[in-house]
T-cell receptor
Framework: AQKVTQAQTEISVVEKEDVTLDCVYETRDTTYYLFWYKQPPSGELVFLIRRNSFDEQNEISGRYSWNFQKSTSSFNFTITASQVVDSAVYFCALSEAGGAQKLVFGQGTRLTINP | KAGVTQTPRYLIKTRGQQVTLSCSPISGHRSVSWYQQTPGQGLQFLFEYFSETQRNKGNFPGRFSGRQFSNSRSEMNVSTLELGDSALYLC??????????????FGPGTRLTVL
């Protein structure tokens, strides 16, 4: 069975600090996809990134970066120079290959950026 | 391009009643998935519809059902409501499975309260 663990329930930092959100996953599939979503107070899940299991290259998008390590089954998310607008709940998710329509989510990490 | 829309946004029902929630996907998206979000269980997959057929189903009782229409709009129904059905119900749409980019795009959700 697939499982995603986000051990950090809540994180609180001061603006401009760097923060890393951890994600560890379990799957027996050799091909799979990993995702990060952001959920602001409005409730809508906002897609941030998708990574397939064959692509272990790290990715950077502005202040966001993702570190995928297949050897440790981890897909961590770092926000550099955090801003108040980054405050939200962040979810890591996993799906089987070709089955991105069924996501298994972690419990989420509530990130609070204090001014 | 309009996003995923869900109606109603808020709903209050009493135990034993039934409820129908509606989801209109992004234009061109043919897959619609439903998720339930509760503080205790987190985000859980309910079911997915593609071309008017249920393609995947999560581990929920038969009281939870859905359907998809020829225009890809989807409805989910919960019969004999229980207090534990109080949740945020999220709908997500995506392109057909054959597409290389099959991220799910989420709507704002319907918040159901069962009294």
């Amino acid at each position: 069975a697939q499982k995603v663990t986000q051990a950090q329930t809540e994180i609180s930092v001061v603006e401009k600090e760097d923060v890393t959100l951890d994600c560890v996953y379990e799957t027996r599939d050799t091909t799979y996809y990993l995702f990060w979503y952001k959920q602001p107070p409005s409730g809508e899940l906002v897609f941030l990134i998708r990574r397939n299991s064959f692509d272990e290259q790290n990715e950077i998008s502005g202040r966001y970066s993702w570190n995928f390590q297949k050897s440790t089954s981890s897909f961590n998310f770092t926000i550099t120079a955090s801003q108040v607008v980054d405050s939200a709940v962040y979810f890591c998710a996993l799906s089987e290959a070709g089955g991105a329509q069924k996501l298994v989510f972690g419990q989420g990490t509530r990130l609070t950026i204090n001014p | 391009k309009a996003g995923v829309t869900q109606t109603p946004r808020y709903l209050i029902k009493t135990r034993g009643q039934q409820v129908t929630l509606s989801c209109s996907p992004i234009s061109g998206h043919r897959s619609v998935s439903w998720y339930q979000q509760t503080p205790g269980q987190g985000l859980q997959f309910l079911f997915e519809y593609f071309s008017e057929t249920q393609r995947n189903k999560g581990n929920f009782p038969g009281r939870f059902s859905g359907r998809q229409f020829s225009n890809s709009r989807s409805e989910m129904n919960v019969s004999t409501l229980e207090l534990g059905d109080s949740a945020l119900y999220l709908c997500a749409s995506s392109l057909p499975r054959e597409s290389s980019y099959n991220e799910q795009f989420f709507g704002p959700g319907t918040r159901l309260t069962v009294l």
